[in-house]
């Protein structure tokens, strides 16, 4: 009798450990793409810390990368919801995030570079931005990117917007001789701003539009963008099936007219800003 009940229990465990298994509690997947497929929950990277982009709130971050994340994966899936894990992914740990899987996949305007691009695999670009300028409204020294001669710009770290003032091409835009400032991310940079520690924060105009609106007017942005930041879907190196998906999922919600509509939503009459209004081409999986 004993060994009959320790037998019936021996078979219950085993039971248990198959419905774990299956369950997916242990699951691995070759691809983000099979993960989806399999129901589970993908790990999302994106900012915390830029307003209108991917601010964290109480159930949450909220804004267009959010959004658009939400919209690739349903799409990746077939039309149905994604079961999601939000993970904050400032500009300095997106690459090792993608590298030792923290996260699945990163929405964190992510611009997509050739430097970048040997180390993730990219889907999109989703949307192209444009570097730009941000001073303080009673500020009349500044009216061009070029008037950033001399002046105090922020370097913000694991980003690369500095660059594009301070050294030529092709790494570079302009070759100016301004001084840099470090912060740990671009909320700082605006707090730095605030506090009159910087003369300008230049970066993508997507990311000065979203502190200048929740500044309340405080801010301007000059509206003269220099560069095109393609904003890319971050994977981990290689997972060319995910990408594909994505891409195609980006190229409907263009199509069906969502990405237009969420950009409308959270950047709409903000002065200065030139939305895109048409799909950027795919820049291909690798």
Known sequence: MHMRRAGAVLSI???AAGLAA???GDQTYATVADKIAGGGTIVVGTKWDQPSLGLKMANGPEGFDVDVAKAVLKEVNGGKDVKIEWKESASSNREPFLQNGTVDIIFATYSITEERKGKVTFGGPYV???QDVMV???DTSITTPQNLTGKRICKAAGSNSYRRITDPPPDGELDLDA????AANYSECVQKLTGSNLDAVTTDDLILAGFAKQAGGNFKVLGQGFTD?????GLKKGDTKTCEAVNTAVKKLWDNGTIKQLLDKWFGGIEGLNLSTTAPPPEGCS
């Open 13 to 15: 465990a085993a039971l």
């Open 22 to 24: 299956c369950g997916g």
């Open 128 to 130: 192209v931005a444009h």
């Open 136 to 138: 303080r409204k009673d």
């Open 179 to 182: 001084t840099t400032v470090d």
């Open 229 to 233: 930041e393609k904003y890319g879907v």
